[in-house]
């Protein structure tokens, strides 16, 4: 506890450091760094609200990601810097935290503003960006911020509330969890608790415990078919039909019908649309209920995919871009009256060659299905959040940069899962050194991309452009490594 108090002290000296010279900018004319200044003693503040956090003796795994989060995850140290004084402390409103989530990320981006100079504007002037009243009314807060800390003595919190903590900061960074965090009923609850926000955190963790546990023994129920225990419960009751589509293989009928002769509970057939498209039949048991179908259901469909990407290295999806190179139906030229082809170059699009889904694709998707854990783990969340903004990027809306960085955190998350990361901290947190083993012709960008996606993430100048290319060749980093640990899993089954 000593060390805790320690560290924390540390922060709230420097976050009075910079609260200082944040005075000192803006005495002398220079608002957007005083800003900067002001934004970083938030940060620090939040940053000492994370270490006493993240020091859980018992959650060893999150109080490590939590602790990376406190170095590197500024909006993250804003929100708990505005938010965590008051846990436990005061009532709070669902809307209260939603306040600070916008107002964590808003003080962090207009940060930004205020001290790059944006190369995509003609005229940038980062001074011009922030105010004297905005740097003023930030340092105020910061000011007050920085007050209570101080007067803030470090409390034991109890065991489950320190693990509650510890859960809601990893969950609360889940783009799917959050969804349910956030929901009607979770803010009916709390509402019901007064705004105990510690009471409502271990109302959250117990909820998403209950639904894993049961997600995890219906599945494994379904999958194992033993039979020997309640031939009732396993008699199929729930067919659920799916359809993906690829951009990277065609689907030719025989090769599937080769898999759906020796499986009859998931069944691949190719739709009868031009695009290629794989419908899925899956078959789910009775001891399923109706309120648990969706979420079940879900979740293996989600496995089933991400698997099948992973085994092909290709791309299915519920659905893929459609307006890739252009946005209009036609252009005109009036004075000629000829039509006009005009599009962006290179086309929102990867040659993925001509490829055919085979049965050795299927099968070997479908072993892999069978080895990745029930509990669909953080590193195939983030993969298949990838994936899906793939799907969503067109000249609408651009995602190769964030495509890009996903891809990079679902192989962190990777390692850390198959406990990789010791490997390669030895060797000073190089990701290369693992991919000498696994597939030489990868260590190219397996060079490269870790280095761009960090600088991404920090927001430092990047020099090359992200192309899908890039997000593909980054895909395929992840899905060899996948490949790998599994492959390990299934040949010490064999032995």
């Not at 783990?377 to 495509?403: G, Q, V, W």
Request: proline content about 3%.
């Amino acid at each position: 506890m000593d060390n805790i108090q320690a560290k924390r002290l540390h922060c709230i000296q420097h976050a009075n450091n910079m609260l200082n010279a944040s005075k000192i900018m803006l005495d002398n004319g220079f608002p957007n760094i005083s800003y900067h200044l002001a934004t970083l003693s938030l940060e620090e503040i939040g940053k000492s609200v994370m270490i006493v956090i993240g020091h859980v003796d018992a959650m060893e795994a999150q109080k490590n990601k939590i602790l990376k989060q406190a170095i590197e995850d500024h909006p993250k140290k804003i929100f708990w810097a505005l938010w965590g004084p008051i846990v436990g402390k005061q009532p709070i409103t669902p809307k209260e935290i939603e306040h600070y989530k916008y107002l964590s990320s808003h003080i962090h981006q207009k940060r930004m503003e205020g001290i790059y100079v944006d190369p995509n504007e003609v005229n940038s002037e980062p001074h011009e960006k922030i105010s004297i009243d905005e740097a003023s009314s930030l340092i105020s807060l910061v000011e007050a911020r920085v007050r209570m800390e101080e007067a803030t003595k470090l409390r034991q919190l109890d065991e489950n509330i320190k693990n509650a903590l510890c859960w809601f900061c990893d969950t609360e960074k889940d783009p799917l969890k959050i969804r349910y965090i956030y929901s009607e009923e979770s803010r009916s609850k709390l509402v019901e608790l007064k705004g105990n926000v510690e009471q409502w955190i271990l109302w959250l963790k117990q909820q998403f415990d209950n639904a894993d546990k049961k997600s995890k023994e219906l599945l494994e129920l379904e999958l194992t078919r033993t039979g020997e225990h309640d031939k009732d419960k396993l008699m199929d009751k729930w067919k659920i039909k799916w359809k993906l589509v690829s951009c990277s293989h065609n689907i030719k009928q025989q090769e599937l019908d080769k898999f759906n002769r020796i499986n009859n509970k998931i069944q691949f057939n190719r739709g009868t649309s031009e695009d290629a498209q794989l419908i899925i039949t899956r078959t789910l048991p009775k001891a399923i209920t109706l309120q648990q179908l969706h979420r079940i259901a879900w979740d293996d469909a989600r496995m089933l995919t991400a698997a099948i990407n992973i085994a092909i290295k290709g791309y299915f999806w519920w659905h893929i871009p459609r307006d890739i190179s252009k946005f209009y139906d036609t252009i005109t030229d009036v004075e000629s009256k000829a039509n006009v082809k005009t599009e962006i170059s290179p086309q929102l699009s990867v040659d993925w060659g001509n490829k055919v889904l085979t049965d050795n694709d299927i099968r070997t998707a479908f072993m892999y299905y069978s080895y990745i854990p029930r509990k669909v783990p953080n590193f195939i969340d983030t993969y298949l959040m990838a994936i899906s903004l793939m799907a969503k990027n067109d000249i609408h809306t651009r995602f190769e940069r964030t495509i890009f960085v996903y891809f990079y955190n679902a192989l962190l998350q990777a390692i850390n899962f198959y406990k990789d990361y010791m490997f390669i901290k030895a060797c000073n947190w190089d990701i290369v050194k693992i991919f000498h083993s696994i597939h030489p012709d990868l260590i190219k960008m397996a060079t490269l991309y870790p280095k761009i996606a960090k600088d991404v993430m920090h927001n430092r100048v990047v020099k090359e452009e992200i192309t899908l290319t890039d997000c593909v060749g980054f895909k395929i980093l992840f899905d060899q490594y996948i490949l790998h640990k599994l492959n390990d899993l299934v040949n010490s089954d064999k032995h």
